[in-house]
């Protein structure tokens, strides 16, 4: 069972999410972009380190907390952390008023009718369990769509539901992570598609089964709206995908409805070289900037 009060805070508050879960592959050039090239660092320990200490500079930032970050997405590594000597899901419920979320997939296999599936996930319900027990929410989970190939995108749909399903399974709340790549030539197709397989898997759901969904801002605006409006969906979240924060921002202030759970988008402009007012006062300045297009839509 999905815990009562997080539940009302994702389905209803005013906000975003912030997504703090770059893991693997994707950590090193997050870690770039922050002023720490790899040159810095020894091996996955250190690195891991490093970005877990950036994680927690965001964290205790007085700007972040629940009154315009309704959740965050942690890398497993970081669900294992602490912040100040408490656990890190508890910290941000408890301290900073943010519902705790996880990142669950093991990365991507290699693309196959313009799309990349999920890698095998053998040991989900243990990390299910696991995080439900640190007092984790929900999850998150990641596929990616390059073409508008009807048979790829199915299957990439069929496969998100179907682990959905077994996230609901172990009493959290999943969130269903469709990306469409912003570089693909026929993106709006692959929408069109993509809109259409989310439904039929949104109807075939039991009553009491919901999700949420996370979906690259679409090039119509509003295009989700039927998504957004099904009986089964909590909350439908866009990822900046690439686009720079001004840019995500632009796009998502016509998507109604639609609210940001950025990761690189939230933290392009911080620096490890930037003192803590400096580095407060830069993250607080891009929170309002998510939050006033998560909010204020034209």
């Given at each position: 069972m999905v815990h009562a009060k997080m539940l009302e805070k994702i389905s209803s508050a005013p906000g975003f999410i912030a997504a703090l879960d770059q893991s693997g592959g994707s950590t090193p050039k997050a870690l770039s972009l922050y002023g720490i090239s790899d040159s810095d660092?020894?091996?996955?320990?250190?690195?891991?380190?490093?970005?877990?200490?950036?994680?927690?500079?965001?964290?205790?930032?007085?700007?972040?907390?629940?009154e315009k970050i309704?959740?965050?997405?942690?890398f497993e590594r970081t669900m294992d952390g602490d912040v100040d000597g408490q656990p890190v899901p508890s910290y941000l419920w408890e301290k900073?008023?943010?519902?705790?979320?996880?990142?669950?997939?093991?990365?991507?296999?290699?693309?196959?009718t313009g799309v990349q599936m999920m890698?095998?996930?053998?040991?989900?319900?243990?990390?299910?369990?696991?995080?439900?027990?640190?007092?984790?929410?929900?999850?998150?989970?990641?596929?990616?769509?390059?073409?508008?190939?009807?048979?790829?995108?199915?299957?990439?749909?069929?496969?998100?539901?179907?682990?959905?399903?077994?996230?609901?399974?172990?009493?959290?709340?999943?969130?269903?992570?469709?990306?469409?790549?912003?570089?693909?030539?026929?993106?709006?197709?692959?929408?069109?598609?993509?809109?259409d397989e989310i439904a039929q898997q949104l109807d075939k759901l039991p009553a009491d089964e919901n999700?949420?969904?996370?979906?690259?801002?679409?090039?119509?605006?509003?295009?989700?709206?039927?998504?957004?409006a099904h009986k089964s969906v909590i909350r439908v979240v866009a990822l900046s995908g690439g686009y720079t924060t001004a840019d995500a921002c632009e796009k998502l202030s016509h998507n109604r409805g639609m609210i940001a759970s950025f990761s690189r988008a939230l933290t392009e402009k911080l620096r490890v070289s930037m003192s803590d007012a400096e580095f407060n006062s830069s993250l607080a300045e891009t929170i309002d900037q998510i939050y006033a297009a998560s909010v204020n839509k034209a």
């Open positions: 660092y020894q091996g996955d320990e250190e690195m891991f380190r490093l970005m877990h200490a950036m994680r927690v500079r965001i964290m205790k930032a007085p700007a972040f907390t629940g309704i959740g965050a997405i942690l900073r008023g943010v519902v705790p979320f996880l990142k669950v997939d093991k990365g991507l296999e290699a693309e196959q890698k095998a996930m053998p040991d989900l319900d243990a990390l299910l369990v696991r995080g439900r027990e640190k007092g984790i929410f929900g999850t998150k989970m990641r596929s990616v769509i390059a073409e508008a190939d009807k048979a790829g995108i199915a299957a990439v749909v069929k496969q998100q539901f179907e682990v959905g399903r077994q996230i609901i399974g172990q009493g959290l709340m999943p969130i269903i992570e469709p990306e469409v790549s912003i570089k693909s030539p026929t993106k709006e197709e692959a929408e069109a598609i993509l809109r999700v949420m969904l996370k979906l690259t801002i679409p090039t119509v605006a509003d295009f989700y709206a039927p998504l957004i």
